[in-house]
């Protein structure tokens, strides 16, 4: 039987949340590992090839890290280790393996979600204000300990600043931006994030005075999987998903997104969502 690529990637999600919390991982779950994997080189081998090439690719991600933490966790349970402590080391260095593959799940979930998705099903009051406030709140001491300032500006008389939607997508939005400012951010820079009311719409800016992203590139940022140059030559650059995640967010609440950049000077983004006039 030949399963959804997406059905895989939640059994893995859960596997892995399972031994991260636990610290182990006994041999059903390690052969449950396997088995995905080698279901998810299957469910990815379809005659389609744009959508073949693409699944194969999320599939190469998700496989390499899942190796890892399996043989890792194999060795502990067979007692290849043998010293206690340097068994806790190896499965210290699974578990990190599992944290960092965990985000790359998420996205892949977030855009299966997306499929198909109408602005009828995305019916919460949300406030952008408060979206806003608590990503600059969450992240600016940890910005702030790398040596990057994070200012946030918001008009005092506009107290919520509605739309209607879905919370965790639009949040999903906010932080991916604000990461993104950091990543290709210089040492010392400054992230500003904006908030205000325009017209008919809501909008917010995520500015960086970072690398800024080449002529050549920026027509295609938001494209699905596309990796640019300074994303090619950062450790943290990413699979190329998040921005096109973003982009179908905003689209799917009835918003739009722009990117504007000057290599070596930094970049603008920015985001436009429908104000929620019967929300206030």
């Known amino acids: 039987m030949k399963h959804e690529p997406w059905e895989l990637v939640k059994k893995v999600q859960r596997i892995l949340q399972q031994a991260g919390q636990e610290c182990v991982c006994d041999a059903g ?5 396997t088995k995905i994997t080698d279901e998810l080189e299957y469910a990815l081998s379809g005659n ?14 998700l496989k390499s890290p899942i190796a890892a933490i399996v043989s890792l966790l194999h060795a502990v349970e067979i007692g290849y280790v043998k010293n206690p402590e340097n068994s806790m080391r190896m499965i210290g260095r699974a578990r990190k393996r599992a944290e ?12 299966g979600n997306l499929t198909g998705a109408d602005a009828s099903h995305l019916d919460e009051r949300v406030s952008m204000l408060a979206i ?9 001491l940890m910005f702030k300990e790398k040596g990057i300032s994070f200012e946030f500006s918001y008009p005092e008389d506009e ?11 639009l ?10 400012a950091f990543k290709y951010n210089r ?6 994030l904006r908030v205000f009311a325009e017209d008919s719409t809501v909008v917010v800016e995520v500015e960086d005075t970072g690398m800024g ?4 590139d920026l027509p295609h940022v938001f494209a699905f999987l596309f990796r640019g140059s300074q994303a090619k030559r950062n450790p943290d650059g990413g699979l190329g998903l998040g921005l096109s995640m973003v982009k179908q967010i905003v689209e799917v609440h009835g918003g739009t997104i722009t990117a504007e950049s000057e290599e070596g000077k930094g970049t603008i983004m920015t985001v436009r969502l429908p104000i929620c006039t019967s929300c206030e």
């Open 29 to 33: 779950m390690m052969g449950e590992l």
């Open 48 to 61: 389609e090839p744009t959508a073949g090439e693409v699944l194969r690719i999320l599939g190469h991600e």
């Open 100 to 111: 960092e593959l965990l985000p790359l799940v998420t996205d892949i979930m977030v855009l």
């Open 132 to 140: 806003c406030r608590s990503v600059h709140e969450l992240m600016e």
């Open 159 to 169: 107290p919520f600043l509605a739309v209607r939607g879905r919370e965790t997508f």
């Open 171 to 180: 949040r999903r939005v906010i932080q991916n931006l604000c990461v993104n």
């Open 187 to 192: 040492a010392g820079g400054c992230i500003y």
């Open 213 to 216: 992203i080449p002529a050549e």
